[in-house]
């Protein structure tokens, strides 16, 4: 899970963070895995800096790597694109292209950004007052709901 926010540990370095992340494996593996540093290069460049030193962006990365690091089936990202420049939003949107397609990982995504979600996300569901009242698939989503629903 990465929260809205990110919500790193700032004083620690980018590898303690992601090291926190394999805590929670029940497999035992300790080591940071190789895979992050190849989604994340930046990350590998940054070990020994801290979280709260990183951009936005870096930090955005770090925490989607330490989400990463326990091997999740599911990886709920909430409001990722918040706060993030354009270049690493479009980043992160291939990642997670890249994940579901390559990795076959299910990916639950909260975003308020139609462009975005439209770009990643092969599935809609639109939830209102904690009730869902639109699904389909991201290419069946038209005006009519989005007016309905997503328009303010």
Do not use: W
């Amino acid at each position: 899970y990465v929260p809205q926010g990110r919500e790193i540990f700032t004083q620690l370095s980018v590898e303690e963070n992601l090291r926190v992340g394999l805590l929670a494996r029940g497999d035992g593996l300790r080591e940071i895995p190789e895979f992050i540093f190849e989604i994340f290069p930046v990350l590998k460049q940054m070990l020994r800096r801290r979280g709260g030193d990183l951009s936005g962006g870096q930090q955005q990365q770090l925490a989607i790597g330490r989400a990463l690091s326990i091997d999740p089936k599911l990886l709920i990202l909430d409001e990722p694109t918040e706060g993030i420049q354009p270049n690493i939003v479009h980043e992160i949107g291939d990642i997670i292209i890249r994940l579901n397609q390559e990795r076959g990982m299910t990916i639950l995504l909260v975003e308020q950004k139609l462009p975005f979600a439209r770009r990643v996300a092969q599935h809609f569901y639109i939830l209102d007052k904690g009730r869902n009242v639109a699904a389909d698939k991201m290419e069946n989503l038209g005006e009519e709901v989005i007016d309905q629903f997503l328009k303010v």
